[in-house]
């Protein structure tokens, strides 16, 4: 009886273990879905189509990406986290892996263990920018105007979970004064309005923001980074314009489903390796103000300790901003 036992069990791994570890060799053998979690047109569908296509070539196949955005990219991280497991479905997301376990009471996916890592991306600066014919000119005139005008004025986000979010969120708690807010599914769509004037305010991305800044559609007060940027170099620093400590920058990062096989992260991670090594995407990056991580940042490992010590930075943040969604 015992040893009928282990014949079938030894029969069953026979069938079992060669299957996965066949196709896990042969992959990518079709194409793969990148989700970007936000509208496209936006920052992070940038950051995204750059990278995938040098991926795409590195893996031999194209690598497509379908934005699901809403909810301040929940939307889009449940798509995967509830996908199956075997490397065709990926995920592009930011710094808003690290913000959602804190910001959200109740989500459809386990949004701190329900996905495996490839590696990190970028990190991005942000630009606080207002519409053209605001009246202010510099960040302290904006300070000034939104202590004056309170729920008058209005701050465009793409949702509870958006970088835009979390920088607004910090602005207004900088500032003491919230203002109203205006969720989009990405700030791409935003980025239109911003420039229509139909809103007065975003703090949102340089690879956003930075062609529209050049261009004179919308007006930049700041950078959010410690030091100007090379890219934007009139543009003062948060801390030159008068709010100290104002620091925040966008990290970006690859992810599949729990469970998917180390060898497909891994080699996932090998041509996300070969994307920000690429000449043309580092030279598209520094045009949009933001430069690749470096590559030892571009594995498995260094991103999911990336990650989870930030979600453990945000949480005591955004507790005592007291801003949460259900
Ligand atoms: N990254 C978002 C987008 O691509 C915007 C955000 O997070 O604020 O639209």
């Known amino acids: 009886m015992f040893r009928r036992r282990l014949a079938t069990l030894a029969a069953a791994l026979a069938v079992a273990g060669p299957l996965p570890a066949l196709a896990q060799a042969q992959y990518p053998s ?3 879905s990148m989700i970007v979690p936000f509208a496209a047109g936006g920052p992070t ?11 795409g070539r590195d893996l031999g196949q194209t690598i497509v990406i379908e934005n699901v955005g809403g909810a301040g990219g929940t939307l889009g991280a449940a798509r995967v986290a509830l996908a199956r497991p075997d490397g065709y479905t990926i995920l592009m997301h930011h710094i808003g892996m690290g913000t959602t376990p804190a910001l959200y009471r109740r989500l459809s996916y386990d949004a701190v263990n329900g996905f495996e890592t490839v590696g990190l991306v970028t990190e991005v600066p942000m630009t606080i920018t207002v519409k053209n014919g605001l009246a202010a000119r510099n960040l302290s005139e904006l300070v000034a105007l939104m202590r004056s005008q309170k729920e008058g004025l209005n701050l465009a986000n793409a949702g509870i979970g958006a970088a835009s979010h979390l920088c607004g969120l910090l602005l207004q708690t900088a500032v003491q004064q919230q203002v109203t807010t205006v969720p989009y599914r990405g700030t791409g769509p935003a980025m239109t309005d911003l420039i229509g004037g139909t809103v007065d305010i975003m703090c949102d991305q340089t690879t956003n923001t930075t062609e529209q800044i050049r261009a004179g559609s919308i007006r930049a007060l700041a950078v959010t980074t410690p030091t ?6 009139d543009l003062p620093t948060a801390a030159e314009a008068g709010l100290p400590g104002f620091e925040v920058s966008v990290w970006h990062g690859i992810y599949t489903p729990r469970g998917t096989p180390a060898a497909i992260n ?3 991670s090998r041509a996300l390796q070969v994307a920000l090594r690429d000449e043309r995407l580092v030279a598209r990056f520094a045009e949009l103000g933001t430069a690749p991580v470096s590559q030892d940042r571009a594995t498995p490992a260094a991103h999911r300790e990336f990650w989870q010590a930030d979600i453990t930075k945000w949480r005591p943040i955004i507790q005592a901003a007291g801003q949460y969604a259900d």
Not at 45 to 55: G, H, I, Q, S, Y
């Open 30 to 32: 079709r194409p793969i």
């Open 45 to 55: 569908d940038t950051v995204a189509r750059l990278t995938a296509e040098v991926m």
């Open 228 to 233: 100007r940027l090379a890219a934007l170099p």
């Open 266 to 268: 891994d080699r996932l």
